[in-house]
């Protein structure tokens, strides 16, 4: 295995394990083996795109619009009371996998809100059951709602 080659598009070819949530023609869908949280999922075009700008508008919105879902499934899932979003472009923006990739980063109310949480690594047993919960979510959110605990933080 070349050592310059993209550990994304070695999972999209199969060449890597990973915990897939979700795939389709053009994106697919993986639990980060990296967790900041637990549910953390990463959500990627299939196609080789270092930065955000290097795609075309109808396939950022398309990574968006699935963002949105598999956040909205994750929540629930994983019984989060909210969740962050991050996309990073660039070493200095602190993109580590120079892949485009959304972050989906489950939030619970027992963290410590002065700080972010740590990163630690999963085992592929665990990332692949919290794939299985966050996939059957996605299967019966055709008619559910997902609320979310909003509230002000003064702290």
């Known amino acids: 295995m070349d050592d310059d080659a993209c550990v994304f598009c070695l999972i999209v070819e199969g060449k890597r394990d990973a915990a897939v ?58 019984g989060a009371q909210g969740f962050s979003i991050a996309q990073n472009n660039g070493k200095v923006a602190h993109q580590v996998v120079p892949h485009v990739h959304v972050h989906i980063v489950p939030r619970y109310i027992n963290e410590d809100r002065g700080k972010w949480p740590s990163r630690r690594t999963a085992s592929m047993e665990e990332l692949r059951t919290i794939a299985g919960r966050i996939r059957q979510q996605l299967l019966n959110d055709n008619s559910s709602t997902t609320t979310m605990d909003v509230e002000l933080i003064t702290d």
């Open 21 to 78: 949530v979700y795939e389709d023609d053009t994106m697919m869908v993986f639990m980060d083996k990296y967790p900041i949280s637990t549910g953390h999922t990463l959500v990627i075009p299939k196609k080789h795109y270092t930065t955000i700008l290097e795609m075309e508008s109808n396939d950022v919105c398309a990574l968006f619009v699935l963002a949105y879902k598999i956040a909205k499934a994750a929540l629930v899932a994983v």
